[in-house]
């Protein structure tokens, strides 16, 4: 008999847990595969655009994640028009994959102070970027990174949706609803 490695994916509200757990983990630990989550957002123009980010938080009190980005990267434009997103991990040694639909909310400058004063000096770089991110440059390395402070955004995420895919012995598949307070439903797989 086989026994399946991952019980707490049978029940809902541990399933739920997990996810969370994984998420959190995720922004502690820079080998966890939440490090490093998809965000999926549409552009003004209708097109879904995804593409790696950090995650920078996770409070499943809350139901809120966080990722930092630059104020003038293209996805910005996105979300200025159409402020959801979708954040996707899929967490191999858990069989797990992790779909978050998200209502985001975009903080700058005084709400972003505190955050950015935390930042070490390295990764502040990160934002700032001359010409702004997806500015046509004459040759590779033709851009300067200075630290900007009003270039840094919070995305602050806060999830509506949560749709968990298990892919054990058996496959199971729910989904969770701040509407239902994240009690959740089975679907079919
Ligand atoms: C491992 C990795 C981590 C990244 N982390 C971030 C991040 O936290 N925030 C961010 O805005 N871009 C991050 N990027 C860069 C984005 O994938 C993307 O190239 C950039 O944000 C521009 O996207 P946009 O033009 O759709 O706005 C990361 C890329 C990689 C490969």
Same mark, same amino acid.
């Given at each position: 008999?086989?026994?399946?490695p991952?019980?707490?994916?049978?029940n809902?509200a541990e399933?739920?847990?997990?996810a969370?757990l @994984? *998420?959190?983990r995720? +922004? %502690?630990d820079?080998r966890?595969?939440?490090?490093?989550p #998809?965000?999926?957002t549409?552009?003004?123009?209708?097109?879904p655009?995804?593409?790696?980010?950090?995650l920078?938080a996770a409070?499943?009190a809350?139901g809120?994640v966080?990722?930092?980005?630059?104020?003038l990267?293209d996805?910005?434009?996105?979300l200025d028009?159409?402020?959801?997103a979708a954040?996707?991990?899929?967490?191999?040694?858990a069989?797990?994959q992790? @779909? *978050?639909?998200?209502? +985001? %909310?975009?903080?700058?400058?005084?709400?972003?102070e505190a #955050?950015?004063?935390?930042?070490?000096?390295?990764?502040?770089h990160?934002?700032g970027t001359?010409?702004a991110?997806?500015q046509p440059?004459?040759?590779?390395?033709a851009y300067a990174?200075p630290?900007d402070?009003?270039?840094?955004?919070?995305?602050?995420?806060?999830?509506?949706?949560m749709?968990l895919?298990?892919l054990?012995p058996?496959?199971?598949r729910?989904r969770?609803?701040?509407?239902? +307070?994240w009690a959740?439903?089975?679907?079919?797989?």
């Amino acid at each position: 008999m086989t026994t399946d490695p991952h019980p707490w994916a049978a029940n809902l509200a541990e399933l739920h847990d997990q996810a969370w757990l @994984r *998420l959190v983990r995720g +922004v %502690a630990d820079r080998r966890a595969p939440a490090r490093y989550p #998809t965000l999926a957002t549409v552009s003004p123009h209708g097109w879904p655009e995804s593409r790696t980010v950090v995650l920078r938080a996770a409070d499943p009190a809350a139901g809120v994640v966080e990722v930092h980005t630059d104020a003038l990267s293209d996805k910005m434009a996105g979300l200025d028009m159409v402020p959801r997103a979708a954040l996707h991990v899929w967490e191999a040694s858990a069989h797990l994959q992790i @779909r *978050l639909q998200v209502q +985001v %909310a975009i903080l700058t400058g005084a709400e972003a102070e505190a #955050t950015w004063n935390a930042l070490p000096q390295q990764t502040r770089h990160s934002y700032g970027t001359r010409p702004a991110p997806g500015q046509p440059i004459p040759e590779a390395l033709a851009y300067a990174k200075p630290a900007d402070p009003s270039r840094f955004a919070i995305l602050r995420c806060e999830v509506q949706r949560m749709d968990l895919l298990h892919l054990g012995p058996d496959h199971r598949r729910a989904r969770f609803d701040r509407e239902d +307070v994240w009690a959740g439903c089975w679907l079919a797989p």
